[in-house]
């Protein structure tokens, strides 16, 4: 016989774990810290790519004074101009992506707790039918 | 009114239930047919991709598929266009997106769409509507994706002229010719100002939003409309760019209202999402279809009370006001006992009754984001307690949550 209860409980964390299910599960693997850590290391690898690729467009296009004073640039010089803007983007993208990756799992974090609040129901329902434990244990 | 906008609400709820898996599919396609159009008559270069079938064949895609799809189709659109001009060109040009991805556009994947939407509205002047639906729907990371919407309609928009113009050059006169364009994108003052003003609109909106006072949205509109129009006007008076000042306000305006609607629209339609799940036990399989309940709204009648004797301190006066003119009271009005009844509650001056709000049984799952929802909030107080109580009953998470 059908129980109506365990599969509107069923139909329930299908629906989540169809939608913000899937991405919260994957969270789920870690801890907060080390989710942050790594989600903000990506980002540093991404921003680091990323900056490479502006130096190289801004070459090209500067490259006509590039080649005019290739001997008298100060090349120490503006290589810290370099990795002094470098160092800041980044330091401001990683601790962006810090603040903003923990604020993501912290809110994953309280979805799951109402799955396994609503698993638990369910495993009662199983008791239940079982005959482990009484209805009115709950 | 309130009771009329209800009732076509339950309309548009009970309508979009049953046509709901076709709607979504044909908006996405004629969005997608909106930017392909759009990409082919700025920079159509090459004559292939400009074909009706070449545009509605990436348009089925792009409305089967994701959003991000989506994007990467018009990008890649963009860099063949521009390969057939000029192919050293389109390899920088590959370059400026990998920055924008890198940069901007990663963070916020679920809205990476207001990438390709601002260049196709801004064509109308709506792309005002962006910043003040992006604040309203979303927070602030919304603002990343939303500048490099805005960077690609500048550089497609300097781009353009420059790449119809010069066909196949030499390598010397290609640097020139990306030097001249490069020129060109680093004097652009209005893109750097129109990222400013979308990136303040967004966070004014989503700051705004945030107060749980009344009309908290409906100001937090309002105060998004009213900042883009001084931000531009400020823009015109000090950094000498020109702007259209009549056009700036109505389009902000409308832009406004669309944003209202939009919004509005997304709330209402999120929340009758039907979903279709399988799953199974020892038993069975089960093929669920979950419809979310609509909630009926009849017309109500609102009863007011008003007791000039709390006011003013006069004799008891009361007044029974209905929105129905043909309603007429079961009982006949019993001065007596109404003056007895306020006596007991002397302090209550005005009493309004509302018809409590109904919950539905999937409102948990399919819609979570409404800060206004008084329900809601009241989820949110429940959450924070079954956190714990789950951590301390989960092994795996009471063991997790020992180790933080």
Redesign the interface.
């Known amino acids: 016989m059908?129980n109506e209860r365990?599969?509107?409980l069923?139909?329930?964390?299908?629906?989540?774990e169809?939608?913000?299910g899937r991405e919260d599960l994957k969270l789920?693997r870690y801890?907060?810290?080390d989710y942050a850590r790594f989600q903000a290391w990506k980002?540093a690898v991404?921003?680091t790519?990323?900056y490479i690729?502006?130096l190289?467009?801004a070459a090209?296009?500067k490259?006509?004074y590039l080649i005019d004073n290739a001997f008298v640039i100060d090349y120490p010089a503006l290589g810290r101009k370099i990795l002094g803007i470098y160092i800041v983007i980044l330091a401001v993208y990683f601790i962006s992506a810090l603040l903003?990756y923990s604020l993501k799992y912290a809110s994953s974090?309280?979805?799951?707790?109402?799955y396994?609040?609503m698993l638990?129901k369910l495993n009662h329902i199983y008791l239940v039918e079982d005959g482990v434990v009484k209805e009115e244990d709950e | 009114m309130i009771t009329i906008l209800l009732e076509i609400r339950e309309v548009i709820l009970k309508a979009y239930q049953k046509v709901r898996m076709i709607v979504n599919p044909v908006v996405k396609f004629l969005f997608s047919l909106l930017v392909f159009s759009y990409i082919n008559q700025e920079i159509g270069f090459d004559p292939r991709f400009t074909k009706l079938t070449v545009v509605l064949a990436l348009s089925v895609i792009s409305a089967i598929t994701p959003t991000a799809v989506l994007v990467l189709l018009a990008m890649v659109l963009i860099l063949l266009h521009i390969y057939a001009a000029c192919n050293f060109l389109a390899l920088l040009l590959l370059l400026v997106f990998i920055v924008l991805y890198v940069a901007l556009l990663r963070f916020d994947p679920k809205h990476i769409v207001v990438a390709v939407a601002i260049p196709v509205l801004a064509k109308y002047n709506l792309h005002y509507c962006i910043p003040i639906l992006m604040g309203s729907i979303s927070s602030p990371i919304s603002i990343l994706p939303t500048i490099g919407g805005v960077a690609i309609y500048h550089i497609l928009d300097i781009i353009k002229e420059p790449a119809a113009r010069e066909v196949q050059l030499q390598l010397d006169e290609v640097v020139e010719l990306y030097t001249e364009i490069c020129d060109k994108i680093m004097a652009d003052k209005q893109m750097l100002i129109t990222m400013v003003v979308f990136a303040i609109v967004i966070t004014v909106v989503w700051f705004i939003r945030k107060f749980s006072f009344d009309y908290a949205f409906e100001i937090s509109i309002g105060a998004g409309v009213m900042v883009n129009i001084l931000g531009f006007l400020i823009a015109d008076l000090k950094y000498d760019v020109t702007v259209a000042v009549g056009t700036l306000i109505i389009m902000s305006v409308i832009s406004g209202v669309i944003a209202m609607l939009c919004d509005y629209m997304k709330r209402v339609l999120d929340y009758t999402a039907v979903e279709r799940v399988q799953f199974e036990d020892d038993d069975y399989y089960y093929y669920v279809k979950a419809v979310p309940k609509v909630n009926i709204s009849l017309r109500e009648m609102d009863v007011k009370h008003f007791n000039r004797h709390s006011i003013d301190g006069e004799d008891y006066e009361y007044e029974e006001e209905t929105e129905d003119e043909d309603y007429e009271p079961e009982e006949p009005f019993d001065r007596r006992r109404m003056e007895e009844e306020d006596e007991a509650a002397p302090e209550e001056d005005v009493k309004e009754y509302k018809p409590a709000p109904k919950r539905s049984p999937f409102k948990l799952l399919v819609k979570r984001d409404d800060p206004k929802d008084e329900v809601k909030e009241e989820d949110k107080k429940e959450d924070s307690d079954e956190y714990e109580e789950e951590m301390i009953l989960d092994d795996d998470f009471e063991e997790d949550n020992d180790k933080k």
């Open positions: 059908l365990k599969i509107r069923m139909t329930q964390l299908a629906i989540y169809k939608k913000d789920a801890y907060k810290g980002t991404a921003i790519i990323g690729l502006l190289a467009v090209i296009y490259l006509e903003c974090r309280k979805r799951l707790a109402r396994f609040r638990r």
